[in-house]
């Protein structure tokens, strides 16, 4: 079972979607060193994320974005400001739409 997981509805359509959790992804490799890999779909993407104690993935669709993570033992210390920070960037995300 995952140590986070989020669920943001949207309204954006997946092109916009995409768009949002690419930069998302860009960010986080810049901002805390993980490797992102991203797959685009017809009706979903997948974007995997990993290193410096966080394994986890992004699904992005029309409508939703469903992001799971696994924390190293280093990072499940810091689970609650890990957890509130994403919180915070996916909600940034959806006003911006």
Known sequence: MPDIQL???HSLGLPTARQHAQRWGEQAAEKFGV???YESGDAQDLLR???NGVDGRLVVTASAFELEAELGFLAAMFKDSIEAKLNAQFDALIAKA
């Open 7 to 9: 669920s943001r509805t």
């Open 49 to 51: 994320f990993s290193g």
């Open 35 to 37: 490797q992102c890999e």
